[in-house]
């Protein structure tokens, strides 16, 4: 099957010298068109721009790929003339960095980074592909190729592998992208199904510098079911005032004294019940509801803080998780300002947590954004240290004041010793950047005792507190002074200072 720009534009007059004033794209465009008549330069002109307007209405201009009308009728037509014994293959390719690409170098660096794709895509593929573009940063390669056949998978791997780095105005871009498969028939019935699915299995690609395909499967449909479900439940509960927030003690290892109290959302469904968080963060990234989400609980988180210390308790840090998502709004570092202000809590009292996968992400926009939370004169964590590798020399761009250890490195770092030489190292290369150490999920007395002989500084953990409702935390911090002493903390406290 052919898709070639004059069969679509349904014209076969044989070609015509140019006049000097046609670009090279519309060149390309009337050469391919294969007219040729001899006009005055009048209608000439007339005759390019019906053209223009014809072809732009059938393929995307910067790349000459068919956009998505086009595509998805010649992709009906190609799977109408399937024959019994063959499968169609569609490769969904969502490109991740163009709007930071357009940050760096503009629409001319855009440009140039497409155009790269679909030239990429065209030499990567046979003559009998289709290959398309859907909106600015998706494109699509359909082509023969069969799910349980390990070569045909295999090509289907070296045609996105093929999208190499390429140099754009003196500096060299990647495509960071996310890719996704669904084969004909063996997932899907229809071209709109087999579309579809392969965009789902892209969404669940994981993105960022994994340029693996992710194949569909049909539990990823049923998971689309859920997500779309627990988003209008979300959102329904954010509107019903079923979220909370609970708070959990750090303390310092040494002392016991309560440094901060992180703010942890809890949502209890009506019907569901209590519904895990590492269920809703997600969810809730995907859509829009996370800025709502963190909104929520900074203004609850503070607000909460200010009763405290009305109340007569030192005012604990309070530290609130942040998501990228929530960092890639241009307004976050006013939004801070505003939500601050409105409860009157020193800026100083409040603490950010980012996680280390944020800043695999968009370096750039999150160093940026990282500095502008740091002008407001909040702090910020880095979170569950330890689970990804952030470099030292990017962690010493950061304008962080603490990282927090994952958890799994101290559960069961008494009887670990790899994990006590590992955390030793962290704590070694925290202190070189100057940055304070908490170590997560403390909970057994062996687990406390090895983290103070290594030297962190500060903790969380069930054997301390675990998370608790605002009114409840305001009982602990009172109690807390005289309950310290059966976590161990008196005694060495008196070994340390004599007392
Ligand atoms: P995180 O920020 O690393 O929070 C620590 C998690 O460890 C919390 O789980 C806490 O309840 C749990 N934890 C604390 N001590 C212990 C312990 O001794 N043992 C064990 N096994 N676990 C302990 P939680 O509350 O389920 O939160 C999970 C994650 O959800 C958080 O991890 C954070 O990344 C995210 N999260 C929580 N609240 C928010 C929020 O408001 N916004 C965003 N974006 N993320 C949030
Ligand atoms: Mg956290
Ligand atoms: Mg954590």
Redo the contacts with the bound molecule.
């Keep these: 099957m052919h898709f070639g720009i004059t069969s679509l534009i349904g014209r076969s007059t044989p070609p015509r010298k140019l006049p000097k004033s046609v670009s090279p794209d519309r060149a390309g465009i009337l050469a391919a068109s294969a007219d040729s008549v001899d006009l005055p330069e009048r209608d000439l002109d007339e005759e390019i721009r019906q053209l223009m307007l014809r072809y732009g209405q059938r393929f995307d201009i910067q790349t000459r790929l068919m956009n998505q009308q086009t595509f998805q009728a010649a992709l009906a037509e190609l799977l109408r003339n399937c024959p019994a014994d063959q499968e169609i293959a569609l490769i969904w390719i969502d490109v991740l960095n163009l709007r930071r690409e357009f940050a760096l170098s503009g629409s001319r660096g855009v440009e140039a980074l497409v155009v790269h794709i679909a030239d990429s895509l065209r030499s990567a593929v046979d003559s009998d592909a289709l290959l398309g573009r859907f909106g600015a940063r998706c494109f699509l390669v359909a082509m023969p190729a069969s799910k349980s056949n390990r070569a045909d998978r295999l090509r289907i791997q070296m045609t996105v592998d093929a999208l190499e780095p390429m140099r754009v105005l003196g500096a060299e871009i990647r495509p960071t992208i996310a890719a996704g498969v669904a084969f004909y028939p063996a997932d899907a019935n229809s071209d709109e199904e087999l579309v579809r699915f392969a965009s789902l299995a892209a969404s669940r690609a994981g993105g960022a510098r994994n340029a693996s395909v992710m194949t569909f499967d049909s539990g990823m449909n049923s998971l689309l079911l859920r997500d779309h479900q627990l988003e209008v439940e979300i959102r329904k509960g954010l509107d019903e005032n079923q979220f909370r927030?609970?708070y959990?003690p750090k303390v310092d290892l040494i002392t016991g004294q309560v440094l901060g109290a992180?703010?942890?959302?809890?949502w209890n469904h009506p019907e569901w019940g209590p519904v895990?968080?590492?269920e809703v963060?997600p969810v809730?990234?995907r859509s829009n509801l996370?800025h709502r989400?963190?909104e929520f609980?900074l203004r609850t988180a503070l607000w909460d803080a200010r009763r405290w210390r009305d109340r007569g308790s030192a005012l604990p840090v309070i530290s609130?998780?942040?998501?990228p998502a929530?960092l890639r709004r241009d307004d976050f570092a006013r939004l801070l300002n505003d939500i601050q202000t409105e409860n009157s809590v020193a800026p100083t009292k409040l603490e950010l947590?980012v996680?280390e996968s944020m800043l695999l992400e968009d370096e750039e926009l999150f160093i940026k954004r990282l500095r502008q939370v740091n002008a407001t004169g909040a702090s910020i964590a880095i979170?569950?240290f330890g689970t990804r590798y952030t470099g030292f020399n990017m962690l010493r761009q950061l304008p962080l004041s603490s990282m927090?250890i994952?958890?799994c490195f101290i559960?069961g770092i008494d009887r670990s010793q790899e994990m006590q030489s590992l955390c030793h190292t962290i704590v070694a290369m925290a202190r070189q950047l100057k940055l304070q150490t908490v170590a997560?999920?403390?909970?057994t007395q062996g687990e406390l005792r090895v983290m103070r002989e290594i030297g962190c500084e500060a903790g969380?953990?069930?054997?301390f507190q675990?998370?608790l409702p605002a009114e409840e935390f305001h009982q602990f911090l009172t109690e807390w002074p005289t309950r310290k002493r059966s976590c161990g903390f008196a005694d060495v406290y008196q070994q340390r200072y004599g007392m």
């Design positions: 927030v609970y959990q992180e703010a942890l959302m809890r895990p968080l590492s963060i809730a990234e996370i989400i963190f609980g609130v998780n942040v998501s929530n947590e996680t979170d569950d927090k994952d958890q559960q997560e999920g403390i909970e969380q953990g069930y054997l675990r998370p």
